[in-house]
C-alpha cells in the first residue's frame, strides 16, 4: 500500500524569548494502514495518538526545536515506544522545554527515512533555528516545511537562535531547487507549492521580511 499524508491541526502556545502566544499548528502523518511517521508532535499527543488510529508509530519527526513543534512529543513517545528525531543544532531549545528528556536519535542532512515504502530526505535548512530542517518525499510530490517555508515567505527570524540570511540561503539553495509542482505542507497554516514561491525571493530579500 503506498504511504499517504494524514493532517490534523492542534492548538497551544509558543513561548520564546519572555512572551507566549496562542498558535495552531500542523501535525503531519506519513504511512499507511499499518505504519507510520509524526512530523511535528504538537500540543496534543491523545489527539495525535487517534489520528494514528492503532497504526504502529515509527518516528516522530521534529522540524525543529520551538516549544510549540515539539511540546507533545515526549508523551507521545511514552505512549508508543517511538523514538523522536532531532537535529542536534537544536538541542538548546529543545532542552528549554525538555530539560530531562532527551532526543532518541539525531537528524542529519541528506538522512534518509522510509515509512511504508516511501523515502522522506532530511534537509537542514537552518535559520528560523539552527537545526530547523526540512522533510522531502520525492514519491509523494511534497517537501514538509516546518518554520522554514510558508505560504507568502520565509519563517520569522525576530527571535533567539534565528537569522534572516540564514534561512534565506536555505531557502534558495535547498527549496527552492526542488521541482516547482513539489507541494510545500508547513508547519502552520495552508500549503503552498515550490512553483508559487520562488519568484518572490528577491522581494522577501528586499523587504526584510
Not at 507521545?76 to 528525531?85: C, E, K, P, S, V
Not at 529543545?94 to 527515512?113: M, N, Y
Not at 534565506?168 to 531547487?177: K, Y
Amino acid at each position: 500500500m503506498t504511504a499517504r499524508i494524514d493532517h490534523l491541526v492542534t492548538s497551544g502556545t509558543f513561548s520564546l524569548d519572555g512572551g507566549t502566544w496562542d498558535v495552531d499548528n500542523n501535525v503531519w502523518i506519513v504511512g499507511d494502514d499499518v505504519e507510520a511517521v509524526v512530523i511535528d508532535a504538537a500540543h496534543d499527543a491523545e489527539a495525535i495518538l487517534e489520528a494514528l488510529g492503532g497504526r504502529t508509530l515509527r518516528a516522530i519527526i521534529c522540524t525543529h526545536g520551538h516549544d510549540d513543534h515539539i511540546d507533545a512529543a515526549p508523551a507521545l513517545a511514552a505512549r508508543t515506544g517511538a523514538q523522536i528525531h532531532l537535529h542536534p543544532g537544536d538541542l538548546p531549545l529543545w532542552k528549554q522545554t525538555h530539560p530531562d528528556h532527551a532526543p532518541d536519535a539525531r537528524l542529519t542532512d541528506g538522512q534518509v527515512l522510509t515509512i511504508a515504502g516511501t523515502d522522506l530526505t532530511v534537509l537542514h535548512t537552518p535559520g528560523h533555528a539552527p537545526g530547523a530542517v526540512c522533510l522531502y518525499a520525492p514519491d509523494l510530490g511534497t517537501v514538509f516545511s516546518g518554520d522554514t517555508l510558508f505560504r507568502g515567505g520565509p519563517g520569522a527570524t525576530g527571535r533567539s537562535f534565528s537569522d534572516f540570511p540564514t534561512i534565506i540561503e536555505s531557502i534558495r539553495d535547498r527549496l527552492l531547487t526542488l521541482p516547482p509542482r513539489t507541494e510545500v505542507r508547513t508547519g502552520h497554516g495552508e500549503a503552498t507549492t515550490i512553483g508559487d514561491e520562488a519568484p518572490h525571493l528577491e522581494e522577501w530579500i528586499r523587504r526584510g521580511h
